[in-house]
């Protein structure tokens, strides 16, 4: 699904006429009386038609980051709804450019109750927030300084209730004069909630009929969501992913052809599943459910191979250093296809739009390609890119490079220091020829 280019944003100057007052004092969850300088009330609000304000929508902008079992929370097409749990944090994220100060509202209502109180965390600094029967409106937060650039977390909590919901909460209001980054195109949030995808494009010789690459990713950055794909090509994709907590798989495909056809199998290893895949295109899937280690170093060899009557044969092996062996992974055949491996890249995206506030990192080493006549050559030169939700500023925590002699990619987490897309990155060659003989490699 492609994103649409986005309107530049413009950024203003406020009046101090409509900066909130702050709201101090800390509070622990099931205190049932607060003093006036503690809670703000809807009879505290200003007029905040909050003519220049930004507005970050939950929507785009929100997660529920921590829930017991059974919570009912969510955040839909409004914002943040079902609120009745005072254990579940929801958490709104947005980018100040600069070290600043910015003032917070609240555009809310109560739902299922007639007054509640709710805690509003920003960056670790708690306010408290009284809702009441007088309905939506925009409910005065307080102000913070932000003290460097980078990510503000807002998180949301509820405190107290007269009734079945804490309220419903649609958007952040912020004042400030420091420039202000967030997911803004309603017809993407789908996009941004997932965040940033982050790809490295290699430089392969011509008649390139084996590419092999390594990746490593290291513990904790192994997050629900994550595809850490280690082999693309022009015509499909190899890697590793995280399905569930409880499963993780080794996944190949190949796209169908563009003109009509359909990508068929031609034989897969043991256990591996094969079916077709729709959604961003169609073609053929394998996969093998196997549960990959973080921290380990895991080996990727893919091979295209015209068929000599008009269509590609592509193969993929997977190699697990804890087993030893390399696993065939399956043979595709894409017929329309005449071609030898193009496009090489590896990529890393998060595909849970609702994990989309999760961090993950995975380091790319010792690229190297074979061509058909059986010389192999080392891939030393990388191009650094984002989809959409990078080119369009919906999101600005990923980052990709050389670390330690090795290509990296990270996305996701909010963090701070990014790194510009659209550059080339050139690692030490190591001289390190793959130790396999792509001769002799399983074919069941």
């Not at 109180?117 to 102000?143: A, D, E, H, W």
């Not at 952040?172 to 420091?178: F, G």
Request: net charge positive; proline share 5%.
């Amino acid at each position: 699904m492609k994103q649409r280019p986005l309107n530049p944003r413009r950024l203003f100057l406020y009046s101090a006429a409509l900066m909130l007052s702050a709201c101090g004092g800390e509070s622990t969850g099931g205190q049932a009386a607060q003093t006036a300088a503690q809670v703000m009330t809807s009879e505290s609000q200003p007029s905040l038609a909050a003519i220049n304000a930004k507005t970050v929508a939950l929507a785009g902008n929100a997660f529920i980051t921590s829930a017991p079992a059974g919570a009912e929370e969510e955040i839909n097409g409004n914002g943040l709804a079902n609120w009745s749990n005072p254990a579940t944090v929801t958490s709104v994220y947005f980018r100040m450019a600069s070290a600043g100060s910015v003032t917070l509202g609240l555009d809310a209502r109560l739902a299922g109750s007639t007054r509640s109180t709710i805690r509003v965390t920003v960056n670790g600094k708690p306010f408290l927030v009284r809702l009441s029967v007088n309905g939506k409106g925009t409910y005065q937060v307080g102000t913070v300084h932000i003290a460097e650039p980078g990510y503000v977390k807002v998180d949301l909590q509820g405190v107290s209730k007269d009734g079945g919901y804490f309220g419903d909460v649609s958007a952040l209001r912020l004042t400030t004069n420091v420039v202000t980054n967030y997911a803004d195109d309603p017809a993407n949030y789908y996009w941004s909630r997932r965040g940033p995808s982050v790809h490295l494009g290699y430089t392969t010789p011509a008649n390139t009929e084996y590419f092999y690459n390594e990746v490593t990713v290291p513990a904790g950055q192994d997050p629900e969501g994550s595809y850490y794909m280690a082999n693309g090509f022009g015509q499909g994709y190899f890697g590793i992913q995280v399905k569930s907590p409880s499963e993780r798989w080794v996944l190949f495909s190949v796209w169908d052809p563009d003109g009509g056809g359909k990508t068929t199998l031609v034989k897969k290893g043991a256990g591996v599943v094969d079916n077709s895949f729709g959604g961003e295109g169609t073609g053929g899937q394998s996969y093998l459910s196997y549960n990959w280690i973080s921290g380990n170093t895991y080996r990727f060899v893919t091979r295209a191979r015209p068929d000599g009557a008009g269509a590609t044969d592509y193969s993929a092996w997977f190699y697990a250093p804890e087993l030893g062996v390399w696993r065939f992974i399956a043979t595709w055949k894409r017929p329309a296809t005449t071609t030898y491996l193009t496009g090489a890249y590896s990529f890393l995206e998060n595909f849970i739009d609702t994990k989309g506030y999760t961090g993950r990192r995975a380091s790319f080493g010792n690229q190297w390609a074979r061509d058909v006549s059986g010389a192999w050559s080392e891939v030393t030169r990388a191009r650094f890119t984002g989809d959409a939700t990078v080119t369009n500023v919906q999101r600005m925590d990923y980052a990709g490079g050389l670390d330690n002699g090795q290509f990296y990619l990270r996305n996701g987490g909010f963090f701070a220091a990014y790194v510009p897309v659209n550059q080339n990155f050139t690692r030490p060659a190591t001289g390190q020829r793959p130790a396999v003989d792509v001769t002799t490699l399983p074919q069941q």
